[in-house]
């Protein structure tokens, strides 16, 4: 039986996302044809209408693209972002990204909510990144998103889960795929990432800025699949004292 999900009208088999950014037609296809990717995301925000044909002339047609409101400091600019997208032809698909720190790339989770209810209420497929706060989180479900998506750590830095503890609540008490987003930059951390429990993995620095990307798109696949099994596999008990021996101690002797 294959393990597939769904977002939206849509189902996948793949639980690897190809985060925008670092784009370059090598990652592109790593991304699709060693990491297995059946979803990239697209920024508008700062390209032109060239530049996006340009990006698009390398996504296959049957991946799914989610357009992302990268650069918008307000809920009136990203719902701005995503609709011009979608009268580009870009699908109903949509990555809210709404950041005013521009140091850290944080996300402002209260505009961040109020983006979702406008673009949920027009039918849009609404994925908003967000800081992991179980309340916003609870408030973004109700308001109509698709999915969750909080940071594991600020974007680029390929840090890991850095907010994990917190990563956790929100895949324990939030009926919605959690797509564990920004900071994960080895295949190790995407790997318990999915242990815990995750919907998938959205990256990018972290396949870019390999010595060999092909090879680490791999990784990446090989490590999501893994993380994912042994979710499924529900992971045997841990002893918080003491030990419990696999083998008998004095039997031998005895």
Same mark, same amino acid.
């Given at each position: 039986?294959?393990?597939t ?8 088999e ?5 985060g ?7 990652l592109?296809d ?10 990239i ?15 698009l ?11 992302n409101t990268?650069?918008a400091?307000?809920?009136?600019e990203?719902?701005?972002i ?22 850290y790339?944080?996300p ?8 979702? &209810?406008? +673009? =949920?209420?027009?039918? #849009? ?7 992991? @706060? /179980?309340?916003?989180?609870? *408030? ?18 390929? &840090?890991? +889960? =850095?907010?994990?503890a #917190? ?7 939030? @009926? /919605?795929?959690?797509?564990? *987003?920004?900071?994960?930059?080895r ?16 990256a ?9 990307i ?30 419990d ?7 031998f002797?005895?």
């Open positions: 039986m294959k393990d999900w769904t977002l939206g009208d849509k189902t996948f793949s639980r690897f996302i190809l925008s950014g670092k784009y370059a037609p090598e592109i790593a991304a699709i044809t060693h990491a297995g990717a059946e979803m995301t697209v920024a508008l925000r700062r390209a032109n209408t060239a530049d996006v044909t340009n990006i002339e390398f996504i296959p047609k049957n991946i799914t693209l989610i357009p990268s650069g400091r307000n809920a009136d990203a719902v701005r995503a609709r011009l997208a979608k009268e580009m032809g870009c699908g109903n698909f949509v990555k809210i990204e709404i950041m005013r720190d521009s140091k790339l944080l402002d989770n209260e505009q961040t909510l109020v983006a979702t &209810k406008i +673009l =949920a209420d027009e039918g #849009f497929v609404v994925m908003p990144y967000m800081y992991p @706060d /179980l309340n916003y989180a609870r *408030d973004m479900a109700s308001a109509g998103a698709a999915a969750i998506m909080p940071l594991a750590s600020p974007i680029g830095s390929n &840090k890991g +889960l =850095a907010t994990k #917190f990563i956790q609540i929100l895949i324990d008490e939030i @009926d /919605l795929p959690i797509i564990v *987003d920004a900071g994960i930059g295949p190790s951390q995407a790997a318990e990432a999915m242990e815990m429990g995750a919907a998938a993995i959205m990018n620095t972290g396949i870019a800025t390999a010595g060999d092909p090879m680490m798109a791999r990784a990446f696949k090989l490590a999501i699949e893994g993380g994912r099994m042994g979710y499924l596999a529900k992971p045997g008990r841990i002893l918080d004292k003491g030990a021996p696999s083998s008998p101690l004095r039997d002797f005895d």
